[in-house]
């Protein structure tokens, strides 16, 4: 079985020693140890893989730790799959929340920019007019 230091996974995943060290003090990746060396095993290389995953598509880090530790190497996995899918219409919902919340929040900038640009263009044409007048 290959195994992996933690710069070899670092540079992998494109992360910090630290956030692998941060994984592991959370009890989610547990490095053999060679003396002070941590020893990372296939098995931690997938589940570091499957938490940054969850973290770029909204998960939490509790999220993701629910569905990891639901994972039955000799089973199906169908409760952990449904669990997933819950957990993905869930975001999903939530993100198309944040869209409407975005769209409406524009519309409602774009708005209040117009009157913006229109009072200061009525405001402009007033200077410019004052200016433009003769001078008794």
Same mark, same amino acid.
């Given at each position: 079985?290959?195994?992996?230091?933690?710069?070899?996974?670092?540079?992998?995943?494109?992360?910090?020693?630290?956030?692998?060290?941060?994984?592991?003090?959370?009890?989610?990746?547990?490095?053999?140890?060679?003396?002070?060396?941590?020893?990372?095993?296939?098995?931690?290389?997938?589940?570091?893989?499957?938490?940054?995953?969850?973290?770029?598509?909204?998960?939490?880090?509790?999220?993701?730790?629910?569905?990891?530790?639901?994972?039955?190497?000799?089973?199906?996995?169908?409760? *952990?799959?449904?669990?997933?899918?819950?957990?993905?219409?869930?975001?999903?919902?939530?993100?198309?929340?944040?869209?409407?919340?975005? *769209?409406?929040?524009?519309?409602?900038?774009?708005?209040?920019?117009?009157?913006?640009?229109?009072?200061?263009?009525?405001? *402009?044409?007033?200077?410019?007019?004052?200016?433009?007048?003769?001078?008794?």
């Amino acid at each position: 079985m290959p195994t992996f230091s933690i710069s070899d996974l670092a540079n992998e995943l494109n992360v910090t020693t630290r956030t692998i060290r941060f994984y592991e003090e959370r009890g989610m990746v547990t490095p053999a140890r060679r003396g002070l060396e941590r020893i990372y095993n296939s098995r931690d290389r997938v589940i570091l893989k499957l938490i940054l995953r969850g973290k770029r598509i909204g998960f939490s880090l509790n999220e993701c730790k629910e569905l990891i530790d639901m994972y039955d190497p000799s089973g199906g996995n169908e409760k *952990q799959l449904e669990r997933f899918l819950e957990k993905i219409v869930e975001r999903v919902n939530q993100l198309n929340r944040q869209a409407q919340d975005i *769209q409406l929040m524009k519309a409602e900038l774009d708005g209040l920019a117009l009157r913006c640009q229109t009072t200061l263009a009525s405001t *402009q044409n007033s200077v410019t007019q004052l200016d433009l007048s003769p001078i008794k």
